[in-house]
């Protein structure tokens, strides 16, 4: 199986099979993708320093409500405006200390906008508020969106490439996961 990566910086769809996964990934979103078909892939980041970020995770600005981070992160890391109808498996809950609301999206079932400027109201962080978010698809929505959404979009957190990963390759590995800093190939 292979991983579909977006390039950023040259604006051009890659294939590569051996790759660097970050291992952190937040439990329930573990349980989540757990849940998914193996058929379907998820949208992802990968940074820089070449790790591949499962899912998408963030910090919540101060005032800042969960549904407006879950925008606002997706916005920022993945340049997706989504209709927040279609979320599922919502679930508040404590990990590490730190308070978070983790989620899915199925993109297929989902109204997306792709080219809006998000505006950001809020500078500082609530430490101590995390979100997480399994935005998952079929391979052909997926693509659809690398193949169209990110022409001239250059992140910020040294984000090179977004990613599609498929569920099954992830379950394969899933007790890699560990919520650590580290990171294994495949």
């Given at each position: 199986m292979v991983i579909i990566k977006y390039n950023l910086n040259d604006n051009v769809i890659e294939e590569e099979k051996n790759s660097k996964i970050s291992c952190f990934l937040p439990t329930h979103l573990k349980d989540l993708i757990k849940d998914l078909d193996e058929n379907y892939y998820i949208l992802g980041v990968q940074y820089v320093d070449e790790d591949i970020q499962v899912g998408i995770t963030g910090s919540s600005n101060y005032k800042e409500n969960w549904k407006r981070t879950?925008?606002?992160?997706?916005?920022?890391e993945l340049k997706l405006y989504p209709n927040f109808d279609k979320i599922e498996s919502e679930k508040l809950y404590e990990e590490d200390g730190k308070n978070w609301f983790c989620c899915k999206l199925n993109i297929d079932n989902t109204k997306i906008s792709l080219n809006q400027d998000f505006k950001q109201e809020f500078k500082s962080r609530a430490w101590g508020k995390k979100i997480g978010i399994v935005v998952y698809g079929t391979y052909e929505k997926l693509y659809e969106i690398l193949n169209s959404n990110y022409n001239e979009y250059k992140p910020?957190?040294?984000?090179?490439?977004?990613?599609?990963v498929n569920v099954g390759l992830i379950k394969k590995y899933i007790n890699f996961f560990t919520n650590n800093n580290d990171f294994f190939l495949i």
């Amino acid at each position: 199986m292979v991983i579909i990566k977006y390039n950023l910086n040259d604006n051009v769809i890659e294939e590569e099979k051996n790759s660097k996964i970050s291992c952190f990934l937040p439990t329930h979103l573990k349980d989540l993708i757990k849940d998914l078909d193996e058929n379907y892939y998820i949208l992802g980041v990968q940074y820089v320093d070449e790790d591949i970020q499962v899912g998408i995770t963030g910090s919540s600005n101060y005032k800042e409500n969960w549904k407006r981070t879950l925008t606002r992160e997706l916005a920022e890391e993945l340049k997706l405006y989504p209709n927040f109808d279609k979320i599922e498996s919502e679930k508040l809950y404590e990990e590490d200390g730190k308070n978070w609301f983790c989620c899915k999206l199925n993109i297929d079932n989902t109204k997306i906008s792709l080219n809006q400027d998000f505006k950001q109201e809020f500078k500082s962080r609530a430490w101590g508020k995390k979100i997480g978010i399994v935005v998952y698809g079929t391979y052909e929505k997926l693509y659809e969106i690398l193949n169209s959404n990110y022409n001239e979009y250059k992140p910020n957190d040294n984000i090179s490439h977004i990613v599609m990963v498929n569920v099954g390759l992830i379950k394969k590995y899933i007790n890699f996961f560990t919520n650590n800093n580290d990171f294994f190939l495949i």
